[in-house]
């Protein structure tokens, strides 16, 4: 059932559709395409091509889509008026925008919002339940968009951006080590800016013993991020990241002019957390989480998830993603949060690529590829003993928070 204010939009939109046909039949323009009211009314394209779709629509809500704003609507009346349109249907689609535009400004959001509400069904919001966007299609022109406002707003884009998560046997038996591998691929500036911390990791905390990070080739990273570079996978201009210390984080950073306005940069590395969670569920833990959030405008985002598979034993990897800034009560025992509380909606999940690498998807995405062989070389293991998991995201939206979850084994 839609919400009040959405049936009301939609009834106007209908009478706003309804009320055009007499006043173009008056003109000879019954269901009229784009050609026509080019030609007759002398409409722009992208406007000529909005209108005939909302004509020529079956549903107020395939209407609703396309009908421009109240001052292009009363615009195009006023051509069809100045070609001699009847005065009653003149007079009667006028009244008919009238409503339109009144039943708009009582929504309580704007275009945008209508839009989402629309697809989602409109229901009323009902705490119990979780409705998904249902159009892929949209949630991706939702997503360009706010690639588009980042881009302009931080002068900084990437064309790929990329996180690997491999968990194995850890050094200590019993538990886990994650080997991470990071990457950005056609990283530019589009203007002189600000300086930008590109690659920042927590200096060694000497108060915690049971604290190891180091390199994919096994040399600590103790206070120097720069020993996690994978030099086979950074373009030149890579070396022009300035080692800055902040209290206790150490960081690579982008300084005004770098890179290079006319050189992009590529930039990989990667570390391991040895010892990072336990191998099996406890009374204390029977989940674990990694996470990534992407922070910069970025074209295509690949993640991918490799676990042992005599460890894991069938385990699949699960994917939320979130702007809840409150962490959920005991997530190590409970896990992702099933309410859906800051929910923020993607519309992908991982597929299954079988063991090891010998699985191959679309060449635009296969880019990991040759960083994950490697980190296997480096790190010494068999790739072919992980079961290999993908998602792949156009337009993945910024400072949203990409959770993976496992399931420990029993």
Known sequence: MKSPAIQRVLEAADGLRRSFAP???????????MSELRERLGLDKSVASRMARAIRADDAATALRDLPRAEMLERFIARCEGIG???????????????????????????????????????????????????????????????????????????????????????????????????????????RGNPYAILSLQGHPSSSEGYRRTALSGTPLLDDPAVALMPEF????????????????????LDATVPPLDEPMDLAYGVVNLNFEVAAATNENRWTMTQYTVSRACRLHVREVLLHRDTFRGSAPEATFSAEAVPADRPELTGPDRSGRGFVEHGVGFVPM???????????????????VRAFELLGWNPDDFQRFRMVIEYPLPFVRNEVWLRLPE
Do not use: N, W
């Open 23 to 33: 006043m173009l039949a008056s003109v000879g323009l019954e269901r009229p395409r």
């Open 234 to 253: 950074c373009s030149p201009a890579a070396s022009q990241l300035r080692l800055e210390r902040r209290g206790k984080f150490h960081s690579l950073v």
């Open 85 to 191: 349109a009847g005065a009653a249907a003149v007079a009667g689609a006028q009244a008919a925008v009238r409503a339109f535009d009144d039943a708009i400004k009582a929504f309580p959001g704007d275009r945008a919002s209508l839009a989402s509400a629309l697809a989602t069904g409109g229901a009323p919001a009902d705490a119990g339940a979780f409705s998904p966007v249902a159009s892929p299609a949209r949630l991706r022109a939702a997503r360009r968009g706010a690639y588009d406002a980042l881009l302009f707003a931080q002068g900084i884009s990437c064309e790929t951006t990329s996180c690997i998560t491999i968990l194995g046997p850890g050094h200590t038996p019993g538990m886990l080590d994650q080997a991470m591998v990071i990457a950005a691929t056609g990283l530019r500036r589009l203007r």
């Open 354 to 372: 079988g063991l090891g690498f010998a699985m191959r998807a679309k060449e635009g995405e296969d880019f990991v590829v040759p960083m994950g």
